[in-house]
């Protein structure tokens, strides 16, 4: 059965010209991909863009939880222990980059809930690798 778990927090970006502006965000978890989280930032409804869309970012949920403690991941993001009750996330792309300064608290219970779903270590359980094939053909 198919589960997630979504967490919506303020985020800031310190290395912006407006570091203290929070902006709404979501850390979102779901079983079908269960090595993954997603941190996703609601884009202002356009016309070029329809009333939900989104930038989202997928990376590894062990990269995220033990970048709490530790500075980790290299290439596109990084994760590292920031100011007192931050957790900074790094993301690169090809046009530049983006310094991410989350609560640490709410990151915490996002990964408690995305680990009471898919225990640490459980992840390869929960992949449905024919239906991820069936996909891959069907797209062929």
């Not at 009333?51 to 970048?67: K, M, P, V």
């Not at 290439?75 to 991410?100: S, Y």
């Not at 690798?129 to 053909?137: E, G, K, P, S």
Request: proline share 10%.
């Amino acid at each position: 059965m198919r589960m997630s778990t979504v967490r919506p927090m303020p985020v800031t970006f310190p290395d912006s010209s407006l570091p203290d502006v929070p902006v709404d965000a979501e850390l979102r978890f779901d079983t079908s991909l269960p090595y993954a989280a997603c941190l996703a930032f609601p884009l202002a409804p356009c016309t070029c863009t329809g009333d939900d869309a989104q930038i989202r970012w997928y990376f590894s949920r062990d990269l995220l939880n033990e970048g709490r403690h530790v500075p980790v991941g290299s290439g596109d993001v990084k994760v590292r222990p920031g100011p007192e009750g931050e957790v900074l996330i790094t993301l690169r792309g090809p046009t530049g980059k983006a310094v991410i300064s989350a609560p640490e608290d709410a990151v915490t219970v996002f990964l408690s809930d995305s680990f009471a779903l898919v225990p640490a270590g459980s992840e390869s359980e929960h992949l449905d690798i024919d239906a991820a094939l069936a996909r891959l053909l069907a797209a062929g």
